[in-house]
């Protein structure tokens, strides 16, 4: 074993991550989705819908998903189903059996815990009597489920009636399925029209590209009990990233093995040369495809060039006659010019890139690749500080159920700008957006009016400026609340742009720390309201 050689605690790169690993990483968006999924399960406003995660196998859906768990609140109750079922009775009884476990007296009720064939609508009827006895009990269940493209078309629509269930208030049951991108396909097949029509937040885990690999290498050994210098050369690790073509799983194994060789044969460092005998060994096949295309430019840079002056010359050369005799003939051998003289060069063909999947998110919702540059600030370090919190690990805040929508890192223009008589914020145009646009205008004209020693609520502030979510909130908010006293600040501090949204007018804070108590139960639990001076909001 290596451990010893390199100075670790612990093995750095498991094959299967068990449920006890602690260690996550952060980067390539994942701390950022995590993020969201906490905020939206917690912090909601409304019915949020079903969630789904699709990457990949090996992609690190399930390690997400553990990261998940044990960083919910304590009064959310998740059931994590992850071996296949093939009926629809046996996928209620495995609810069933999870929900009975920490539910005292229940024992005896409804079906018992080994039956398997009992009746489709016994079955339900008892998960629902149960589901409104957690709720009563002030439990939030969060169904997860692994490996959703598994599932029957039957199971997937019970899943939608499960969703559907609720009380006067609330929906009884959250749902996060995780699958593969054949999970994709599968909601946009017809008798998925109404399941699909429920999923509101989708997120898709993205393989890593070659600094992403390099990050997460370093941060494993790290973790592991590494301190000194990076084990793994460049070369290496831009051979782990073309193989392993980013996914978590293959980079374990190909970075596990690495070690091992280089440990066996006494050296400091894992260079190339043991990463391509870690191959040989795994039997991982991989090619030069679209996701390590940069990499292998950069180790194959002379070849490359050398192609591309052999294509540029044949491109001259075709041009010159194209000017003489503009044939059909002449335009389709121009077409084929740069796979004819890649191979001359002996230079791999890049093999096309996959059919794109589907969008699982409704119309209304951004897609995940977002139309315009988010903030800067899409990273955590949120100003609201939610009602709750599990263990240590804060909850998001509203701008991080953006990565349903963004789960790209983009640079973003902050400055709030008046172009052609039209606002926009963090280069997003706010126009047609009737309720955001009234209440920023409003909210404008108060600054410039109102005594900055007078009190007002802060509610919460938010670095997701897509205004189509505030919009959203907006509608939802002049249900609850009287929205000529509602006040959606725009801020600019350097580089960063967001939304601040408080709440009335106050002589002083004593008030205004009483009418706290008179906000919506909504608002007092999803946000955390304080007095804040308008002098303060300027700054």
């Known amino acids: 074993m290596y451990l010893s050689h390199f100075g670790l605690s612990e093995q750095p790169f498991p094959h299967q991550d068990p449920m ?14 995590l993020d969201a999924l906490i905020y939206v399960l917690t912090h909601g406003e409304g019915a949020e819908g079903i969630i789904t995660v699709t990457g990949e196998c090996g992609s690190g859906k399930t390690t997400l998903c553990h990261s998940l768990m044990k960083r919910l609140p304590a009064q959310m109750q998740t059931i994590y189903l992850t071996q296949p079922v093939s009926t629809l009775e046996e996928f209620l009884n495995l609810i069933s059996r999870q929900l009975k476990s920490d539910l005292a007296g229940l024992a005896g009720k409804g079906v018992e815990e080994n039956c398997t064939c009992a009746p489709r609508d016994a079955l339900a009827a008892e998960l629902q009597c149960l589901l409104n006895e957690k709720y009563a009990a002030g439990k939030r269940i969060v169904l ?38 054949e999970l994709g396909h599968t909601l946009t097949l017809p008798q998925m029209r109404k399941l699909k029509g429920c999923v509101t937040h989708h997120f898709e885990l993205k393989p890593f590209n070659r600094k992403a690999v390099e990050e997460y290498l370093i941060s494993r050994m790290r973790a592991a009990g590494h301190r000194g210098p990076v084990v793994f050369t460049p070369p290496a690790i831009k051979l782990i990233s073309m193989a392993s073509g980013g996914l978590i799983h293959s ?79 002449v335009s389709s051998v121009v077409a084929s010019a740069p796979s004819e003289a890649a191979p001359s060069a002996q230079v791999p063909i890049m093999a096309p890139a996959p059919a794109p999947i589907p969008a699982l998110v409704p119309a209304p919702v951004p897609a995940p690749v977002p139309a315009y540059p988010p903030t800067a600030a899409s990273m955590p370090g949120n100003t609201p500080s939610p009602a709750s919190t599990a263990g240590s690990s804060p909850h998001a805040s509203p701008e991080t159920a953006a990565a349903t ?49 007078q009190y007002t609520i802060q509610l919460f502030s938010t670095d997701n400026v897509q205004p189509d979510r505030m919009e959203r909130f907006l509608v939802r908010a002049q249900k609850l609340v009287d929205l000529s006293d509602l006040y959606v600040h725009t801020v600019n501090d350097g580089e960063k742009a967001k939304f ?3 709440y009335g007018i106050y002589p002083d804070r004593n008030q205004a720390a009483a009418a706290i108590n008179e906000l919506p139960q909504k608002y007092q639990s999803s946000f955390h309201p304080e007095p804040s001076t308008w002098g303060d909001l300027s700054r």
Do not use: C
């Open 20 to 33: 006890g690993n602690d260690f996550f990483y952060g980067g390539a968006n994942r701390g950022l989705m």
């Open 144 to 181: 997860l489920i692994d490996e959703t493209q598994e599932l029957s078309a039957e199971i997937l629509d019970e899943l939608r009636a499960l969703y559907e269930v609720e009380s006067p208030h609330h929906k009884l049951l959250q749902i996060v399925l995780l699958g593969q991108n």
């Open 251 to 329: 980079l374990n194994i190909l970075a596990d093995r690495s070690l091992e060789t280089a440990s066996s044969t006494g050296s400091p460092d894992v260079t190339a040369d043991h990463v391509k005998a870690a191959i040989k060994d795994s039997g991982i096949q991989y090619s030069f495809n679209w996701r390590n295309w940069s990499d292998w430019f950069d180790l194959n840079h002379r070849a490359v060039g050398a192609s591309a002056v052999i294509t540029v010359t044949v491109l001259g050369l075709l041009g010159w006659f194209a000017l003489r005799s503009p044939s059909a003939e």
């Open 405 to 453: 929508r963004n789960t790209q890192d983009q640079p973003a223009t902050a400055a709030m700008q008046q172009r052609s008589g039209k606002s926009y914020i963090g280069g997003v145009k706010l126009e047609g957006y009737a309720l955001l646009e009234q209440r920023v205008e409003a909210t404008t004209k108060s600054m410039a009016t109102v005594d900055k020693n």
């Open 500 to 502: 601040r949204v408080t």
